[in-house]
């Protein structure tokens, strides 16, 4: 009797305590029902609910080049994920997800029973889909010791919620657009993109098996990082397809003696228009930032999936970025080699104390540009956006010989032909120390035509021509075609001491070949809503003004397509076999500092420069150091396999026009002429004698440039040559 009592009692407590905890859980999720651990979502929060979607570039070709965001996630329909991407996801994740309204209560009891009660780490998580999709979206929140059962209890009921506002379709889509896959990315289209370089609806059945199974532990599956896991993980997918019967079991083998294949694609690592990609997104947030101004309506950029396209012909780009890898590497190392050795390194610790050859890099920038509409074409702004992000497109550096068409510009605005001949005898010029320059070969005597110097990059002969148009007529054209940097008035400006950047040199050299008009860069065509409205259009207008005659712009063309053909750009076509006809200008800094080279043709404009970090690291000769040899490679590589390309050859290079009636034959005349008599006879008592610009306007105002305190300078006699001297034929 007394053992029946003491059952029934323990009996009667155990009731008491199961009812007691049973009216504490019960109470708990009521809690949690009743928004005591925060509110749920209704059903039309669920109705709302929006991921945060990157933002896409794409090339003019829909390519895509780049993404900006704050998730790294690209949204796609159901329609467009194969069904074995569907399949091996149920298969592995949650097999009975077609029968359950979110929540699998035969998972959950095992879960209960196997990892609770008895400790089993290989019971499974117990979450469907519905549930791993909600704690996707909405996270996790911490509740102290009970944050586990409070989370996972939320977690059901909003996923019993999202049950019945979304198909299961749509919740198999949100979810494979919303889970992570490591490294920063978000979505089934992000990873296929990331790890295959491919669309999802491209990606073949091993392939899926891959990134479903990258779902358990997205670091330790991780086949860029861990391919063996991987591998194994993805083969565990690819039997489940089998166990479920979404594959057949001989099929099943056979997919998983395949070798893991990957091509990884990380595009904010190592992306193929990183620079440009900079300067997309300050111009997009510019434009976004006018659109909510006039409509009151705002985009985010890293979250609202805008599609950007752009004007970057991703062929071209990638062909530039090529002839970076074949043509820096070697003069880099030739670079290197230069102050490898003693007297190297002793100009190193010279310069600074703290340059060492790991200071000694090359950095170069190259843009392409639309003469016509300003649309940039390609941008590669440096050797490697990761660990050298100045963008050296944008970096203003001394010109050099690559400012003289602008002289010659300007000469011809006024009225010079190109047959007039200059004087290639010594010069002095006055009030600077009697400044002499010299041809970069020293050779003197004789002239040469205006076409003849230019092509030749004529020192001497150009600093005539430059005291003899002035400095007033080449500072209007230099502030017409828009440069930043303010010319001094002084004789070494026509040697090219004017600094500019690679962008205002390529607008510059536009106007030779457009006709003489101004343009504006832009890479921005237009930008969309995913669904495809276009808010913005861009406009490829140029300006209906003129800063150069048509004459001087098709004259200036027929002579620099000269010193391409004949001048210091003859090596475009005898040493890198480019065989359309270009125009361009070479530029070799003062030491070799930068190179610099600019070609065109009616359709493209192509300007590179070339140097180290600091202008105290340079090459000690023109064989590597010059405009020619290092500048120049970089555009003529680039544009020989522009050539060889078909469709590229048909969309970016067109032949010149011819020149005009009245001016056929304007070039026809010999480049270089021999001193006459009476030339011989001045050159052999010693220079030529000029005053500077500066100086003469100096000297108006009753000084001098060397002594300002100076009287005003009496007027030069007449002497025996001058009476003899006879004007030089046109």
Aim: overall charge positive.
């Amino acid at each position: 009797m007394y053992l029946c009592a003491m059952i029934k009692k323990t009996l009667k407590v155990l009731l008491i305590l199961f009812l007691t905890g049973f009216f504490l859980v019960g109470i708990f999720i009521l809690s949690i029902f009743l928004g005591a651990y925060g509110r749920l979502p209704e059903q039309a929060d669920l109705l709302q609910y929006k991921n945060k979607t990157a933002s896409l570039v794409v090339a003019e070709n829909g390519e895509l080049i780049g993404k900006f965001f704050a998730q790294n996630r690209t949204n796609i329909a159901y329609d467009v994920m194969p069904d074995h991407l569907i399949n091996s996801l149920v298969a592995t994740e949650d097999a009975r997800f077609f029968q359950h309204t979110g929540i699998d209560t035969r998972s959950l009891l095992r879960v209960i029973f196997k990892s609770i009660l008895f400790r089993d780490p290989d019971s499974g998580g117990g979450s469907t889909i519905s549930q791993q999709l909600v704690k996707n979206m909405f996270g996790r929140k911490s509740y102290g010791f009970i944050t586990m059962p409070v989370n996972k209890i939320r977690e059901a009921m909003i996923a019993h919620r999202l049950e019945k506002v979304y198909s299961k379709e749509d919740i198999l889509m949100l979810y494979l657009n919303t889970v992570p896959f490591g490294e920063n990315i978000f979505g089934i289209e992000a990873a296929a993109q990331r790890y295959f370089n491919k669309t999802t609806g491209n990606l073949r059945i091993e392939e899926s098996a891959t990134l479903i199974g990258m779902l358990k532990a997205n670091t330790t599956f991780n086949p860029h990082l861990n391919p063996e896991s991987s591998r194994f993980r993805r083969n565990v997918v690819i039997l489940q397809m089998a166990k479920y019967n979404y594959l057949e079991r001989a099929a099943a083998d056979s997919l998983c003696t395949l070798p893991l294949k990957l091509d990884y694609a990380n595009l904010e690592s190592a992306g193929p228009a990183d620079y440009f990609l900079v300067r997309v997104k300050n111009d997009a947030r510019q434009i976004l930032a006018d659109i909510k101004r006039a409509t009151g309506k705002e985009w985010n950029l890293e979250e609202d999936g805008l599609i950007i396209r752009t004007s970057l012909n991703f062929k071209l780009q990638k062909l530039a970025m090529q002839s970076y890898r074949e043509h820096l590497p070697e003069m880099q190392e030739k670079l290197r080699d230069q102050y490898k050795g003693t007297n190297g390194a002793r100009i190193l610790r010279e310069i600074n104390d703290t340059l060492n050859l790991s200071d000694v890099i090359l950095h170069a920038g190259l843009i392409a540009i639309d003469p016509g509409t300003g649309e940039i074409k390609a941008w590669v702004g440096g050797i490697n956006f990761q660990t050298n992000p100045y963008d050296q497109i944008l970096a203003r550096r001394q010109l050099a010989s690559a400012f003289k068409p602008f002289i010659y510009a300007a000469a011809l605005e006024q009225g010079i032909r190109p047959c007039q001949y200059l004087d290639n005898k010594p010069i002095e010029i006055s009030g600077f120390d009697d400044w002499s320059p010299s041809n970069y070969d020293l050779s003197t005597g004789g002239k040469y035509s205006l076409a003849g110097a230019l092509a030749r990059s004529m020192n001497i002969p150009t600093v005539n021509l430059y005291m003899e148009v002035g400095f007033d007529r080449v500072n209007e054209i230099w502030e017409k075609m828009g440069f930043s940097f303010t010319l001094d008035n002084t004789p070494s400006l026509a040697l090219g001491t004017a600094e500019a950047s690679v962008y205002e040199l390529a607008i510059a050299y536009s106007a030779f070949a457009n006709g003489g008009y101004p343009v504006r860069p832009q890479g921005i065509v237009s930008i969309s809503t995913p669904d495809g409205t276009i808010i913005y259009k861009g406009s490829f207008m140029r300006s209906e003004e003129r800063i150069i005659s048509y004459e001087t712009s098709i004259l200036m063309s027929a002579m620099l397509q000269k010193a391409v053909r004949e001048g210091t750009g003859a090596t475009m076509a005898s040493v890198y076999g480019v065989t359309f006809p270009w125009a361009g200008k070479t530029g070799t800094s003062q030491n070799y500092s930068d190179a610099w080279f600019g070609a065109f043709n009616p359709k493209l404009v192509m300007v590179t420069r070339v140097g180290a970090a600091t202008p105290a690291i340079h090459f000690n000769h023109g064989s590597n150091g010059s405009g020619s040899t290092l500048a120049l490679p970089l555009v003529a590589r680039t544009l020989k396999k522009t050539e060889l390309d078909p469709t590229l050859r048909i969309e970016l290079i067109a032949y010149f026009p011819g020149l005009p009636f009245e001016l056929q034959g304007a070039l026809d005349c010999p480049d270089f002429r021999e001193e006459n008599f009476m030339d011989k006879v001045k050159s052999f008592f010693g220079k030529d004698k000029k005053v500077s610009p500066l100086d003469r306007e100096m000297s108006e105002k009753g000084k001098t440039l060397a002594d300002p305190g100076a009287p005003k300078v009496p007027k030069k006699r007449k002497s025996i040559f001058d009476i003899f001297r006879r004007k030089d034929k046109q």
